[in-house]
């Protein structure tokens, strides 16, 4: 939801709703594979950094990225 929200993909329309979810999920899911970040932790640092890094112009999937190199090289970590 948040997510959604920080990247301008949130939709009235229910199809374009649903069609964004699957995007972020995916997304999210595939930096969360890729790296040592895990899925959850990526959500919660998107509500830290999303809107910030959308307003910068960078994408959901260039961010999800960023942030699971930061943790493969222990920079990123979130509180417990």
């Known amino acids: 939801h948040q997510t959604l929200e920080s990247f301008g993909m949130r939709s009235n329309n229910t ?8 995007t972020a999920v995916n997304e999210l899911a595939y ?3 890729a ?7 990526l959500g919660v640092g998107m509500s830290y950094v999303g809107s ?3 307003q910068a ?3 959901l999937a260039e961010t999800s990225a960023a ?3 930061l ?3 222990g920079l990123w970590k979130l509180a417990a």
């Open 15 to 22: 199809a374009t709703m649903t069609r964004n979810t699957k």
């Open 71 to 73: 943790s493969n090289n």
């Open 52 to 54: 910030t890094a959308h």
């Open 57 to 59: 112009g960078f994408s």
């Open 35 to 41: 790296t040592s970040a895990d899925f959850q932790s």
């Open 67 to 69: 942030m699971g190199v």
């Open 31 to 33: 930096a969360a594979d």
